[in-house]
């Protein structure tokens, strides 16, 4: 049975505009940015070793090679998902 929605609960868009003003606050703070995102970007490319060698097999040199084009293929794959949505947006689908 679905929630009821309480009248004082935020909207979807006073949500979006509550976490902008936390990221805004957050990043008001931090002096150095590149650092404080290091973690994440680090895991983000972890992720591209462990799907293309995930026993960890590979020589590092082949599985940087691989890394790599997994990465080309997952940032191609949102460039056509981008264009097709905007296409469909165009055509009023």
Same mark, same amino acid.
């Given at each position: ?21 936390? /990221? ?7 002096? +150095?940015?590149?650092?404080?995102? /290091? /973690? ?5 490319? +972890? ?34 998902? /981008? ?11």
């Amino acid at each position: 049975m679905p929630k009821k929605s309480n009248p004082s609960d935020p909207t979807p868009v006073e949500r979006s505009m509550q976490g902008r003003i936390a /990221a805004y606050e957050r990043w008001a703070k931090e002096e +150095d940015r590149t650092a404080a995102t /290091a /973690a994440g970007r680090k895991a983000f490319e +972890d992720r591209f070793e462990r799907e293309v060698d995930p026993e960890g097999a590979l020589a590092p040199e082949e599985r940087a090679r691989r890394a790599a084009a997994a990465r080309k293929a997952y940032y191609t794959r949102l460039s056509l998902m /981008a264009a097709q949505a905007r296409r469909a947006k165009r055509d009023g689908r």
